[in-house]
């Protein structure tokens, strides 16, 4: 074939789809998004230092078993690159582009993004971030996308860095997700966070603000003990000290979204902050106005608009609509 074309002594095609083996990673205003199977089940450590301990942790019909690499557990922090990935992967769904399990993506952009510094030592910790999610594994019997397995599998499959910089940072990554994480992207078994979620400081605020964002999405309350809200977080501390920690985190009452209150029997109340609409209360969209928002708002995701529109129609007092379609779109037009 190489003598083919020299013989002829034509020049070979442009490679037209250089990227087709890969996404991506452009869109700079994609809304965070998070996993459920990884929300409920405490795969990452919340501790900062290594932790080494193989973690087992069985809650219902779910049984986990997680264990470090020599680097140690991920932690809560590094989900931040998993996060990254998959508000990527869920923008480019929503906007109707192809996706892949791979990813190309730029540290800076996946570091600004995630509120992190933008130093060496941001970058440094990155590398070490990447290292401990494709070393961590997970043997587990989680469902995602209604296929049940018991298998294990890494939290990343693999990872690259492909272009530094002459200091020797990174500019550009290529990372690998898990299948059962591409999966639960291709299911849409995800939920949105408050951007917010990257400037909560500690572990154990963003542990507990998944799990009311989990829990508490689409209904008014979630009530839970504390024992159970101690295993469901993955905390190692006794239930004491987790007890404090909770005590401490309803004092500074900072959690996106959420608000905690703590109840006679060691109960712990977790309510939203904002209103919750029972269905049908809110005014309805129709899939036409939702392909139009997505048109005028490329690279957000359509849903998000709606739901923070509905808040809106709700802070204003709820007046009525004659057409609810070119109410949300007008807002959306003043938004973009």
């Known amino acids: 074939m190489g003598g083919y074309a020299v013989s002829q002594g034509r020049k070979l095609l442009p490679e037209r789809h250089p990227t087709a083996d890969f996404f991506v990673c452009d869109i700079l205003d994609a809304l965070p998004k998070d996993d459920l199977a990884s929300m409920e089940h405490p795969l990452f450590a919340l501790s900062t230092r290594a932790d080494l301990r193989v973690l087992t942790y069985a809650h219902n019909d779910v049984t986990v078993t997680v264990t470090p690499s020599v680097r140690g557990r991920a932690t809560l922090f590094d989900k931040d690159i998993l996060i990254?990935?998959?508000?990527?992967?869920?923008?480019?769904?929503?906007?109707?582009?192809?996706?892949?399990?791979?990813?190309?993506?730029?540290?800076?952009?996946?570091?600004?993004?995630?509120?992190?510094?933008?130093?060496?030592?941001?970058?440094?910790?990155?590398?070490?971030?990447?290292?401990?999610?494709?070393?961590?594994?997970?043997?587990?019997?989680?469902?995602?996308?209604?296929?049940?397995?018991?298998?294990?599998?890494?939290?990343?499959?693999?990872?690259?860095?492909?272009?530094?910089?002459?200091?020797?940072?990174?500019?550009?990554?290529?990372?690998?997700?898990?299948?059962?994480?591409?999966?639960?992207?291709?299911?849409?078994?995800?939920?949105?966070?408050?951007?917010?979620?990257?400037?909560?400081?500690?572990?154990?605020?963003?542990?507990?603000?998944?799990?009311?964002?989990?829990?508490?999405?689409?209904?008014?309350?979630?009530?839970?003990?504390?024992?159970?809200?101690?295993?469901?977080?993955?905390?190692a501390s006794p239930l004491r000290v987790f007890r404090r920690m909770i005590r401490d985190m309803i004092a500074a009452n900072h959690l996106p979204d959420y608000e905690l209150a703590e109840e006679a029997g060691d109960m712990i109340h977790v309510r939203p902050r904002r209103v919750v609409l029972s269905p049908g209360e809110a005014p309805h969209l129709s899939p036409e106005a939702l392909a139009e928002a997505r048109r005028l708002a490329p690279g957000l995701d359509a849903y998000a608009l709606e739901a923070d529109w509905r808040g809106w129609w709700v802070a204003t007092g709820r007046p009525r609509l004659r057409s609810p379609d070119a109410a949300f779109l007008g807002w959306v037009r003043k938004r973009v």
């Open 84 to 235: 990254y990935c998959i508000s990527q992967l869920m923008a480019a769904l929503n906007a109707g582009r192809p996706i892949s399990r791979t990813l190309h993506l730029r540290a800076h952009d996946l570091l600004v993004a995630t509120n992190r510094e933008t130093s060496g030592d941001g970058y440094r910790r990155l590398v070490e971030a990447f290292e401990r999610l494709a070393g961590t594994r997970i043997t587990t019997n989680i469902t995602t996308a209604d296929i049940e397995e018991t298998t294990g599998f890494g939290l990343i499959e693999a990872w690259q860095i492909q272009r530094r910089t002459r200091g020797g940072r990174m500019i550009s990554v290529r990372v690998t997700l898990a299948d059962w994480l591409f999966r639960a992207v291709m299911a849409k078994s995800v939920l949105t966070l408050s951007r917010d979620y990257f400037r909560l400081r500690k572990p154990l605020e963003r542990r507990i603000y998944e799990l009311a964002r989990k829990h508490c999405g689409h209904q008014p309350e979630w009530r839970v003990s504390l024992p159970v809200l101690a295993h469901k977080s993955g905390s």
